[in-house]
């Protein structure tokens, strides 16, 4: 196959290249920045059809989107604009140059989020019966833009005119890699440096996925065509935060981690530039269509994820 990556530079991008790369498929990724790698690479402003990389899309078999600001910042006006910006005007792009292409591609893949759903402690939310964020009478402001954003960035996908493309909103928790740099490493500092206790009051539900299974998933969801529309991408074991991080410690050999309070969290946030709703909200999320569909997980409970992603964290470190 052909498979073009949007926004393919980031961590998970990196995941998918890397698997369709070793699997000998022609990988292509879109970036405003383009890096040496071993799969090709271009060009693209994220917003306008102008340049070559439109015609990458056409005569592909796959086009994955995972075009978007990073939210690990405070949600000030400006970022507030990037952040819905780079979503929705890639997704508009995207889709302008899929209706335009001779060749369109079977499959788009576009990317969305589980924060859709909202902050939720009492039933998991799969596609069928979860309940959308936004409103939630105590939700704080921050955490309403980021459902309004997450509704904005599938309505485009809906929206666009690809008729000859099928499409899939990807509404993905958490993806746990042991690449450095991402939300594992960054929990596991934690835990290595006695500070991975809970969060808050620990209550809030943490969606997770092993990076093995995301792979696996987003190569199933291209081979089984029946599949369309909002897809969730987790595991289907999501579990309170006080349980996540007791499991990690253990997997890494840990028995004590300091808890973090919610204020002491608010001043952390404000000092790193970020915001609480990444470790506060819960996050209950279930793979309803995905475990319809006959998917399998190989790491469904966290305890053993955190225990294989710690020793390929050692493995890549030694």
Same mark, same amino acid.
């Given at each position: 196959?052909k498979? @073009?990556?949007?926004g393919?530079?980031?961590?998970?991008?990196?995941?998918?290249?890397?698997a &369709?790369?070793?699997?000998g498929?022609?990988?292509v990724?879109?970036s405003?920045?383009?890096v %040496?790698a071993?799969w090709?690479t271009?060009?693209?402003?994220g917003?306008? /059809?102008?340049? +070559?990389?439109?015609? +990458?899309?056409d005569?592909?078999?796959?086009? /994955?989107n995972?075009v978007?600001?990073?939210v690990?910042?405070?949600y000030?006006?400006?970022?507030?604009?990037? /952040?819905?910006?780079?979503?929705?005007?890639s !997704?508009?792009?995207?889709?302008?140059?899929?209706?335009?292409?001779?060749?369109?591609p079977?499959?788009w893949?576009q990317a969305?989020?589980?924060?859709?759903?909202?902050?939720?402690?009492e039933?998991?939310?799969?596609?069928?019966?979860? *309940?959308?964020?936004g409103?939630e009478p105590?939700a704080?402001?921050?955490?309403? $833009?980021s459902?309004?954003?997450?509704?904005? =960035? +599938?309505?485009?996908?809906?929206e666009?005119?690809?008729?000859?493309?099928?499409? !899939?909103?990807?509404?993905?928790?958490?993806t746990m890699s042991?690449? *450095?740099g991402?939300?594992?490493? @960054?929990?596991?500092r934690?835990?290595?440096?006695g500070?991975?206790g809970?969060?808050g009051?620990?209550?809030q539900?943490v969606? =997770?996925?092993?990076e093995?299974d995301?792979?696996?998933?987003? &190569?199933?969801?291209?081979?089984?065509?029946d599949?369309?529309?909002?897809?969730n !991408?987790?595991?289907?074991?999501?579990l309170?935060?006080?349980e $996540?991080?007791?499991?990690?410690?253990?997997?890494w050999?840990?028995?004590?981690g300091?808890?973090a309070?919610?204020?002491m969290l608010?001043i952390?946030? &404000?000092?790193l530039r970020? +915001?609480?709703?990444?470790?506060?909200?819960s996050r209950?999320?279930?793979?309803?269509r995905?475990? %319809?569909s006959g998917?399998e997980? %190989?790491?469904?409970?966290?305890?053993?994820?955190?225990?294989?992603l710690c020793?390929?964290w050692?493995?890549?470190?030694?």
């Amino acid at each position: 196959m052909k498979v @073009v990556i949007p926004g393919g530079s980031g961590q998970v991008g990196t995941l998918l290249a890397r698997a &369709f790369h070793r699997e000998g498929h022609d990988v292509v990724v879109l970036s405003r920045s383009p890096v %040496q790698a071993a799969w090709r690479t271009a060009l693209w402003d994220g917003r306008t /059809i102008r340049g +070559e990389w439109a015609h +990458e899309i056409d005569g592909a078999n796959v086009v /994955i989107n995972l075009v978007g600001r990073n939210v690990n910042c405070r949600y000030n006006a400006a970022n507030r604009r990037e /952040i819905l910006s780079s979503r929705v005007n890639s !997704v508009l792009a995207v889709g302008e140059a899929i209706r335009m292409a001779a060749q369109p591609p079977e499959v788009w893949l576009q990317a969305s989020t589980a924060t859709i759903y909202a902050h939720r402690y009492e039933a998991p939310n799969d596609e069928a019966t979860g *309940a959308l964020g936004g409103t939630e009478p105590t939700a704080p402001d921050t955490w309403r $833009f980021s459902t309004e954003v997450a509704r904005a =960035w +599938e309505r485009a996908r809906a929206e666009a005119n690809t008729p000859r493309t099928r499409k !899939v909103a990807l509404r993905s928790a958490m993806t746990m890699s042991a690449d *450095a740099g991402g939300v594992f490493d @960054v929990l596991l500092r934690l835990v290595r440096f006695g500070l991975g206790g809970r969060s808050g009051d620990g209550r809030q539900y943490v969606s =997770w996925i092993h990076e093995a299974d995301f792979v696996r998933a987003v &190569f199933w969801l291209i081979a089984h065509e029946d599949v369309e529309g909002p897809i969730n !991408v987790s595991a289907p074991c999501p579990l309170p935060n006080a349980e $996540f991080m007791r499991a990690l410690r253990q997997a890494w050999g840990i028995s004590f981690g300091l808890p973090a309070t919610s204020w002491m969290l608010e001043i952390g946030a &404000f000092l790193l530039r970020t +915001e609480t709703e990444l470790v506060l909200k819960s996050r209950r999320v279930t793979p309803g269509r995905l475990l %319809q569909s006959g998917f399998e997980f %190989q790491f469904p409970a966290w305890p053993e994820a955190a225990r294989d992603l710690c020793e390929a964290w050692r493995k890549r470190r030694a």
